[in-house]
């Protein structure tokens, strides 16, 4: 059965950074794409970055230069670092592979 589980979500301060981490599990995932998403209160679900097998990345114009996926194959696990935080990044932050969705990681972005 395939299982992600997001952590690293929380409460920061504008222009602090959070470290997102999806570990995966019941899948071969060297194999897949990996992307994180986000909702907002009242918001549809956007794709906020995408990380292929072969580790080419691609990102929301909305976080391009602050946001960074990446992934480690050896461990299943794919991250998000987040710098430079804005108050319009506060969104629940999902992982998602192959159709299947995490439970998601709140990230609160306020002073």
């Known amino acids: 059965q395939v299982q992600l589980v997001e952590s690293g979500g929380g409460l920061v301060q504008p222009g602090g950074s959070l470290r997102l981490s999806c570990a995966a599990s019941g899948i071969m995932f060297r194999i897949y794409a990996m992307d994180w998403y986000r909702q907002g209160s009242g918001k549809q679900r956007e794709l906020v970055a995408t990380i292929t097998s072969g580790g080419t990345t691609n990102y929301a114009d909305s976080v391009k230069g602050r946001f960074t996926i990446s992934r480690d194959n050896d461990k299943n696990m794919v991250y998000l670092q987040m710098n430079s935080l804005k108050p319009e990044d506060t969104a629940v932050y999902y992982c998602?592979?192959?159709?299947?969705w995490g439970q998601g990681t709140q990230v609160t972005v306020s002073s």
């Open positions: 998602h592979l192959g159709g299947r």
